[in-house]
């Protein structure tokens, strides 16, 4: 419900400036073309109504309504009821009439499309309608030099406004899309790149180390007994190891837009550009950095890490190679006492 509401009130901003400014412009050309025919003191009263104050009470109404959409579109229909009586009333000169229709219509596709294209030409028949009802049914064929220069505004300052809340409605929905992106590539528990995102990395930089020769090492980080972490002091407790273990990553790597988690308790890093010993003393810090985590509502819980390392090799045929020696060393660490770190042996180019 709420976010419903927020997405009507987005829509009815939107829609304030183009109506302000439409509708305060548009004053003039239907004054203008008013003003030869002596028309009641009623509807010039009506008419500034409709021009300087009408747009502000539309927008109070539709932002206090409960449901500001669906306020905002039959504000958009009063408008076309609107522009169609204007016309009736001012007998149809031909380039007033065209500026205000056309104008009414822009608004109503930029607003709505189709959906709210069919409906507001409608509307605007009513307005004729009830115009014609009032005034009789006339037609004036030529437009005087002060009715084409009364347009002129509405022509220029409508469409300009109408493009600016496009362009900004253009920036705002690149920026959502962005931010989706990055959604479907982040694991939402770490705050680091989820499994799809990190292959895709994986492969992106095994191509660049065999394309440019540059250096690499792939780490993957496990857990110890982590599902026993889980059954002995439930998910919450293990969701907290979680997230200390990838904030020690992004406090301890010095790339750590390149790590993700891989698995349920398995966590991967890319290190490029970095030797060997200089890994193995990241990978050691990070270990014991979990094996000093305290949790402290579970003051029995230790934490240690299974490390597995693999240098990139001009052997490697494709990156999944790479990444299964990397899962040996894991499988090596893990089988050898756990909680310690361990390094993939050289291929042989024989």
Known sequence: MENHRGKGL???????????????????????????????????ALLVFNGFIWPHLAYQCSS?????????????????VCGGFWTACFQFNPLTTVTILSMMTMNNVAAGGLRLFVPGALAQLAGVLLGWALFGVRFTFTATPVQVWACLPMLTLYPLALGMVCYRLAI??????????????????????????????????????????????????????????????????????LRQLSHEVK??????????????????????NLPLNKVEALM??????????????????????????????????????WLDDADKALYTAKHTGRNTVCVALSRSSV
Request: proline share 5%.
């Open 10 to 44: 987005s829509f009815a901003r939107r829609i304030y400036l183009p109506r302000t400014i439409g509708l305060g412009v548009g004053f003039f050309s239907v004054g203008a073309a008013l003003y030869p025919l002596e028309m009641p003191a009623w509807l010039w």
């Open 64 to 80: 206090r309504s409960a449901f500001p959409y669906r306020a905002e579109r039959r504000n958009l229909l009063y408008d076309s």
């Open 172 to 241: 705002k929905l690149a920026e959502h899309k962005r931010t989706l992106s990055a959604l479907s590539r982040t694991d939402s528990l770490t705050g680091l790149l989820n499994h799809g995102a990190w292959k895709d990395l994986l492969h992106l930089k095994f191509d660049q180390c065999r394309e440019h020769g540059s250096q690499a090492i792939l780490a993957l980080i496990d857990i110890d007994h982590f599902k026993a972490i889980n059954d002995s002091y439930g998910h919450i407790v293990g969701d907290t190891v």
């Open 251 to 272: 406090r301890l790597l010095p790339e750590s837009e390149l790590a993700g988690r891989y698995g349920g308790d398995e966590f991967c890093a890319i290190l490029p």
């Open 284 to 321: 050691e810090q990070l270990r014991q950095a979990l094996d000093r985590y305290r949790h402290p509502d579970v003051p029995a819980l230790r934490v240690s890490l299974s490390i597995g390392l693999a240098r990139y090799q001009g052997l490697y045929p494709d990156a999944l190679d």
